[in-house]
């Protein structure tokens, strides 16, 4: 009689066959809790990845770093708002012929500060960029 074969085929490479036992303290182990909730990964995943992939690379919650990045460009786009609008106002003051030294001055610092945050979060981005591709 031919015997039907049920269930999942074996695995032939890639199968898990070797077990460590591994005893935490009580802090350590809380730890790896919350990092399992926070990183959305089995405990087993977190511990696997961190010992495989070495301790020089950092796991990121995706989901957390794409909020925070969304959040980031939300004030970005404000302080963007917000250097439009005192320019359009020194415009109006300059037609007016009331244009301060001083607040165009003023204004010239806070466009150059604006620039350079601008210019670093730019590189930061890349940074993010290059690490999550490896």
Do not use: W
Not at 2 to 21: A, F, I
Not at 49 to 78: F, P, Q, Y
Not at 82 to 100: H, M, T, V
């Amino acid at each position: 009689m031919n015997k039907r074969q049920l269930g999942r085929p074996q695995m032939v490479q890639g199968k898990r066959d070797r077990k460590v036992d591994v005893r935490f303290t009580s802090e350590e182990f809380d730890l790896i809790l919350k990092l399992e909730t926070a990183l959305g990964m089995s405990k087993a995943d977190l511990i696997r990845s961190k010992v495989l992939t070495g301790s020089d690379r950092v796991i990121v919650n995706a989901e957390r770093l794409i909020l925070a990045l969304d959040l980031l460009g939300t004030e970005m786009g404000r302080a963007g708002n917000n250097i439009n609008q005192l320019a359009r106002y020194a415009n109006a003051l300059k037609r007016q012929g009331i244009l301060s030294v001083v607040v165009a001055e003023r204004y010239n610092i806070l466009l150059a500060n604006y620039q350079d945050n601008q210019k670093r979060l730019e590189v930061l981005l890349r940074k993010v960029i290059r690490l999550a591709g490896k």
